[in-house]
């Protein structure tokens, strides 16, 4: 019987571990493995692989210290502690909630006062915290900047110097100065202030006439908002643990999410899209004969599938269902996964969307850093609350006993 890939026999768990498969069992014993009967009426067991993988990442470090400290930047063991997002068995969770039902049923605004302060009321927080109550925003030296990165950047370091409020580190205040960002990136976005809430507020300006596309930008950002360490999370708590304002922890965060192996990958996407749209089969066949992969399907944390994707094509779908981008991505997603397995992400998913609403380029990219942008806000509240330096130490490989 071939078992799921989460699971693993007692043999590919033991080969894994370097140890007998007597051993194996004592591990369960002492409960440092979790096992459960196949179904399939024999007396065999199968193993969590993601417990193998802990044990085995463990063993690591205690045998390579070096080693596995280097192993663990890199999908391998946890390197911090946080309260904020949980990636489990195909799901995604925040602080505990499923984060798909948050984006179905809860506001943008309810998901960041979750994420920043644990409770789903944002109360006045952004009645607070939005333009009303900051210096207002220089937009119109924004217009000659074309790509959403640079121009958010460059929004929050203007607005900055203005605000000292974001030197004050209770997490309410955190949250406070979060509000404001996420607030002033919405307005470089939409290019007027926001009066109402921020999913209506990018409807209102990003996609006029369309009304039902209000659930899908609030879906999306909600669906970015957080994906545990990822890179720009993992440079977000870095400049934070120093010190720094929530100002500069955004910043960093974008310039860390505009990477082509990060948010950026959405541009890559939007390429195989108008490949795709003079010839799907053609389009695959580029790449596959490259030996590369295709943009915006397969995920590593997501073997089944990436649910942030599913859900909102789920959603496009629902709501534009006679349109031809979204009859073009499911023609496109079904020959891919026919030929390779792999499902789409949450990148494929996101520019499947900015297409459908013909929204102006580089419109993926930017939803999602604006979702992510309350991510990186949650990380810095939750890192200053450690008081603690997030300094890793080199393993030095280079040259020694130079002279000049």
């Given at each position: 019987?071939?078992?799921?890939t989460?699971?693993?026999?007692?043999?590919?768990?033991?080969?894994r571990?370097?140890?007998?498969?007597?051993?194996?069992?004592?591990?369960?014993?002492?409960?440092?493995?979790?096992?459960?009967a196949?179904?399939?009426?024999?007396?065999?067991?199968?193993?969590?692989?993601e417990?193998?993988?802990?044990?085995?990442?463990?063993?690591?470090?205690?045998?390579?210290?070096?080693?596995?400290?280097?192993n663990?930047?890199?999908?391998g063991m946890?390197v911090?502690?946080?309260?904020?997002?949980?990636?489990?068995d195909?799901?995604?969770?925040?602080?505990g909630?499923?984060a798909?039902?948050?984006?179905?049923?809860?506001?943008?605004?309810?998901?960041?006062?979750l994420?920043?302060?644990?409770?789903?009321?944002?109360?006045?927080?952004?009645?607070?915290?939005?333009?009303?109550?900051?210096?207002?925003?220089?937009?119109?030296?924004?217009?000659?900047?074309?790509?959403?990165?640079?121009?958010?950047?460059?929004?929050?370091?203007?607005?900055?110097?203005?605000?000292?409020?974001?030197?004050?580190?209770?997490?309410?205040?955190?949250?406070?100065?979060?509000?404001?960002?996420l607030?002033?990136?919405?307005?470089?976005?939409?290019?007027?202030?926001?009066?109402?809430?921020?999913?209506?507020?990018?409807?209102?300006?990003?996609?006029?006439?369309?009304p039902?596309?209000?659930?899908?930008?609030?879906?999306?950002?909600?669906?970015?908002?957080?994906?545990?360490?990822?890179?720009?999370?993992?440079?977000?708590?870095?400049?934070?643990?120093?010190?720094?304002?929530?100002?500069?922890?955004?910043?960093?965060g974008?310039?860390?999410?505009?990477?082509?192996?990060?948010?950026?990958?959405?541009?890559?996407?939007?390429?195989?899209?108008?490949e795709?749209?003079?010839?799907?089969?053609?389009?695959?066949a580029?790449?596959?004969?490259?030996?590369?992969?295709?943009?915006?399907?397969?995920?590593?944390?997501?073997?089944?599938?990436?649910?942030?994707?599913?859900?909102?094509?789920?959603?496009?779908?629902?709501?534009?269902?006679?349109?031809?981008?979204?009859?073009?991505?499911?023609?496109?997603?079904?020959?891919?996964?026919?030929?390779?397995?792999?499902q789409?992400?949450?990148?494929?998913?996101?520019?499947?969307?900015?297409?459908?609403?013909?929204?102006?380029?580089?419109?993926?990219?930017?939803?999602?850093?604006?979702?992510?942008?309350?991510?990186?806000?949650?990380?810095?509240?939750?890192?200053?609350?450690?008081?603690?330096?997030?300094?890793p130490?080199?393993?030095?490989?280079?040259?020694?006993?130079?002279?000049?």
């Amino acid at each position: 019987m071939e078992l799921p890939t989460r699971y693993l026999s007692a043999r590919e768990a033991a080969d894994r571990l370097g140890i007998s498969v007597a051993t194996l069992y004592a591990y369960v014993s002492r409960g440092l493995l979790r096992s459960e009967a196949v179904d399939d009426g024999s007396r065999a067991r199968r193993y969590y692989a993601e417990d193998v993988e802990a044990l085995r990442s463990r063993k690591e470090m205690r045998r390579d210290p070096e080693s596995g400290a280097q192993n663990a930047l890199s999908y391998g063991m946890p390197v911090l502690e946080s309260a904020i997002t949980l990636i489990e068995d195909g799901c995604l969770f925040y602080r505990g909630y499923d984060a798909l039902g948050l984006a179905q049923q809860r506001s943008v605004e309810e998901v960041a006062s979750l994420i920043w302060l644990d409770h789903l009321d944002p109360g006045d927080l952004f009645a607070q915290g939005g333009d009303a109550q900051a210096p207002a925003p220089q937009l119109e030296a924004l217009d000659a900047v074309q790509h959403p990165i640079e121009c958010y950047q460059a929004t929050l370091a203007r607005a900055a110097a203005g605000d000292l409020a974001a030197y004050l580190t209770t997490p309410e205040a955190m949250a406070a100065t979060g509000a404001r960002i996420l607030h002033r990136l919405v307005a470089a976005t939409t290019r007027q202030p926001v009066a109402t809430s921020i999913a209506q507020a990018l409807q209102g300006a990003c996609a006029p006439g369309q009304p039902a596309s209000v659930e899908l930008f609030s879906a999306a950002l909600i669906l970015c908002a957080d994906h545990e360490l990822n890179v720009s999370a993992f440079t977000a708590r870095c400049v934070a643990s120093a010190g720094s304002t929530p100002y500069a922890v955004v910043i960093a965060g974008l310039a860390a999410l505009q990477g082509h192996r990060h948010g950026g990958h959405t541009e890559r996407v939007g390429h195989l899209l108008r490949e795709a749209n003079d010839g799907i089969a053609g389009a695959v066949a580029s790449y596959l004969r490259q030996g590369a992969s295709i943009p915006g399907f397969g995920h590593r944390l997501y073997p089944d599938g990436d649910p942030r994707a599913r859900l909102l094509l789920e959603m496009v779908n629902a709501r534009y269902a006679n349109a031809a981008i979204p009859a073009l991505a499911n023609e496109l997603r079904r020959t891919v996964h026919a030929l390779t397995g792999a499902q789409p992400t949450v990148d494929f998913a996101l520019e499947v969307m900015a297409r459908t609403l013909e929204l102006p380029p580089h419109a993926a990219l930017a939803l999602f850093a604006l979702g992510r942008t309350i991510g990186w806000i949650g990380h810095a509240i939750e890192q200053a609350a450690t008081e603690q330096l997030i300094r890793p130490r080199a393993r030095y490989v280079g040259a020694q006993g130079r002279t000049l």
